[in-house]
């Protein structure tokens, strides 16, 4: 049962650009959204989240939307860097709840 | 600050074996999660455990054991090893139960290969 979905495998920008990294989700009962980022070799690291109660978060460079309507959350990353280069999940939970789930990752190539 | 650690990094076994990971959770944290990432697909959650006792469990079967000691370290025990439980084992430290999931930090995890 895959809750979280990231339909496209892998995204190649070029440097400078954006690059917009999308997730959809089936579960309307959950109210967290997060991103994590993996580079080879090491464990996911959390980028960025977003509460059900808001549309937009931002952090520097990251920015996640979240469409509850659409159950459609995106991450913008602006500009985009070859260091951004890396595997890009997309999670979501029940606040409180200790089961969060993944979606399968989008690689994401940034070129100089 | 010492971050997560997880021994070994790679494990090589054969089906119907057993196996034991291990996992140092990072300095003050309490609570450890354990996930199998399969080749291709997203993290999935086994269980947690807080203060020394599960606390919630995924959809995995009862071969899929944990322990949790006095020091918070944490260990993953799979008996009678299948083919599909080869994957990538991540253990993950937080400072509370049910954390939000930015206060999950990961470990770089334990490649296992079931032969």
């Known amino acids: 049962d895959q809750q979280v979905k990231q339909n496209s495998p892998s995204l190649s920008v070029q440097e400078g650009r954006i690059s917009i990294l999308n997730c959809d989700y089936t579960n309307s009962m959950f109210d967290y959204f997060l991103w994590y980022k993996k580079y080879p070799a090491e464990g996911p690291t959390f980028l960025i989240s977003i509460s059900s109660i808001k549309d937009k978060n931002e952090d520097g460079r990251f920015t996640v939307f979240l469409n509850k309507s659409a159950k459609h959350l995106s991450l913008h990353i602006v500009p985009s860097q070859p260091g951004d280069s890396a595997v890009y999940f997309c999670?979501?939970?029940?606040?409180?709840?200790?089961?969060?789930?993944f979606g399968a990752g989008t690689r994401l190539t940034v070129k100089p | 600050e010492t971050g997560v650690t997880q021994s070994p990094t790679h494990l090589i076994k054969t089906r119907g074996q057993q196996v034991t990971l291990r996992c140092s959770s990072q300095s003050g944290h309490n609570t450890v999660s354990w996930y199998q990432q399969a080749l291709g697909q997203g993290p999935q959650f086994i269980f947690q455990?807080?203060?020394?006792?599960?606390?919630g469990r995924g959809n995995f079967p009862p071969r899929f054991s944990g322990l949790q000691f006095p020091n918070y370290s944490s260990e993953l025990n799979v008996n009678a090893l299948e083919l599909d439980d080869s994957a990538l084992y991540l253990c993950a430290s937080s400072s509370r139960q049910g954390a939000g999931g930015e206060k999950l930090f990961f470990g770089s995890g334990t490649q296992l290969s079931v032969l």
């Open positions: 455990y807080y203060r020394e006792e599960e606390n």
């Open positions: 999670a979501a939970i029940l606040y409180n709840n200790n089961d969060m789930r």
